[in-house]
Antibody, heavy 118, light 112 residues
């Protein structure tokens, strides 16, 4: 059974940093790209970032480019999102999801809430 | 960026009746491989999103056949036949033709 479990969310002050993790199981982690997708309170879905299976290719939304870094450790079956220079508008539930271009986001985690506030 | 526009914003429907959601992309979602990179997601209240349909009309594993997708190029439709109470939620179309991946604004399906 495929499982994705996010952790690392919490309350952080504007300008602060957080690192999110997503522990994956039930599939060959290194064979699949992974993404982070976020959802601000009461709003729709926003793609944040995607990383290839090897970790050699990364893609970012303009809204987070230069502030967020996606990475993965295939030996630990874990996906990460390092978030720096956080802003109030980054407040959202962050989901990790398994990605294939033709079969996108077939599995999602339950999400972790990030709140940026003073 | 490819803009995804969904209509309507809200769709009140009677149990057992049908609901239809439209999605329009600002450019064609067909790639040179001949595939169309349009998917539909369902998000029930308090839950993460769930993949329903990929490549316009392919139902993901476990998705009831009450859900069907159609369309081509830039215009797509999700139809829910014989709506059940468990279908309440927000539905999103999504394109994965190119980065940035973009979503429609969502359509809320609720029971009258």
């Amino acid at each position: 059974e495929v499982q994705l479990v996010e952790s690392g969310g919490g309350l952080v002050q504007p300008g602060g940093s957080l690192r999110l993790s997503c522990a994956a199981s039930g599939f060959t982690f290194s064979s699949y790209a992974m993404s982070w997708v976020r959802q601000a309170p009461g709003k729709g879905l926003e793609w944040v970032s995607t990383i290839s299976g090897s970790g050699g290719s990364t893609y970012y939304a303009d809204s987070v480019k230069g502030r967020f870094t996606i990475s993965r450790d295939n030996s630990k079956n874990t996906l990460y999102l390092q978030m720096n220079s956080l802003r109030a508008e980054d407040t959202a539930v962050f989901y990790c999801a398994k990605y294939q271009q033709l079969l996108p986001y077939d599995y999602w985690g339950q999400g972790t809430l990030v709140t940026v506030s003073s | 960026d490819i803009v995804m526009t969904q209509t309507p914003l809200s769709s009140p429907v009677t149990l057992g009746q049908s609901a239809s959601i439209s999605c329009r992309s600002s450019q064609s979602l067909v790639l040179s491989d001949g595939n169309t990179y349009l998917s539909w997601l369902q998000q029930r209240p308090g839950q993460p999103p769930r993949l329903l349909i990929y490549k316009i009309s392919n139902r993901f594993s476990g998705v009831p056949d009450r859900f069907s997708g159609s369309g081509a190029g830039t215009d797509f439709t999700l139809k829910i036949s014989r709506v059940e109470a468990e279908d309440v939620g927000v539905y999103y179309c999504m394109q994965t033709k190119q980065f940035p991946i973009t979503f429609g604004g969502g359509t809320k399906v609720e029971i009258k």
